[in-house]
């Protein structure tokens, strides 16, 4: 069975453009979290997705970003325009629908985000 | 609220002996409490959980970590360390039984020394 992927493993920008982020989680599972991990700190929560319906929203940290899950499948994560600051690594990870409150969270290799 | 701190930022080992991370944490809630471990280049894999059951939980790869209430602490232990074993590690915290977001720690870097 395949894992959680994340494309692409590396991206570097300049300030100012535009990157997306795919995650395509495993096959049914219907939650869909993104994290991020910024340079020297903390894995921090983004959001979280039941199916297309985002659940929690809460650690966005601004309206430069947007998330997306058209049909429940995989998702996109957009940062238009990328800021120095965004740079890190974002992690996607998946459960199933059932398993969610006891956090066994099945997590992709993580996308490395450069912005110059 | 609720919040994790892994007490050493990098663990330094010889193969064969004991390792042991430590972490605390803290949690207005009856928390859940994980131990991921992420080797190079690869995603975040879990190790083990405690979910209010026993309180000495045993993981994958000889793993196994206690929960002390009376300490808030999950510390993560094993015999004999490995070459493999050399990654990095997180103590991670959820509300039981709750979907929300997991809070993890700041990681541990183990190395492990031939």
């Known amino acids: 069975e395949a894992g959680v992927t994340q494309f692409p493993s590396h991206s570097v920008i300049e300030k100012g453009q535009t990157v997306t982020l795919r995650c395509d989680p495993i096959?049914?599972?219907?939650?869909l979290y993104w994290y991020r991990r910024v340079m020297g700190k903390e894995i921090k929560f983004l959001l979280h997705?039941?199916?297309?319906?985002?659940?929690?929203e809460s650690g966005m940290p601004n309206n430069r970003f947007l998330a997306e899950r058209t049909g429940g499948t995989y998702s996109t994560l957009k940062v238009q325009p990328a800021e120095l600051e965004d740079s890190g690594v974002y992690f996607c990870?998946?459960?199933?629908?059932?398993?969610?409150?006891?956090?066994?969270?099945?997590f992709g290799e993580g996308s490395r985000l450069t912005v110059l | 609220a609720q919040s994790v701190t892994q007490l050493d930022s990098h663990v330094s080992v010889s193969e064969g002996t004991p390792v042991l991370l430590r972490c605390n944490y803290s949690?207005?809630?009856?928390?859940?409490l994980f131990w991921y471990v992420q080797h190079p280049n690869k995603g975040l894999q879990l190790l083990l959980k405690?979910?209010?059951?026993?309180?000495l939980v045993k993981g994958i790869n000889g793993f196994e970590a206690e929960f002390k209430k009376s300490e808030t602490s999950f510390h993560l232990t094993k015999p004999s360390a490995h070459m493999s074993d050399a990654a990095e590690y997180f103590c991670?915290?959820?509300?039981?039984?709750?979907?929300?977001?997991?809070?993890f720690g700041s990681g541990t870097q183990l190395t492990v020394l031939p």
């Open positions: 990870a998946s459960s199933q629908v059932g398993l969610a409150g006891t956090g066994e969270l099945f």
């Open positions: 096959s049914g599972h219907d939650n």
């Open positions: 997705f039941v199916k297309e319906s985002k659940q929690d």
């Open positions: 949690s207005s809630y009856s928390p859940s």
């Open positions: 405690y979910t209010s059951a026993a309180t």
């Open positions: 991670v915290v959820s509300p039981f039984g709750s979907a929300r977001q997991l809070t």
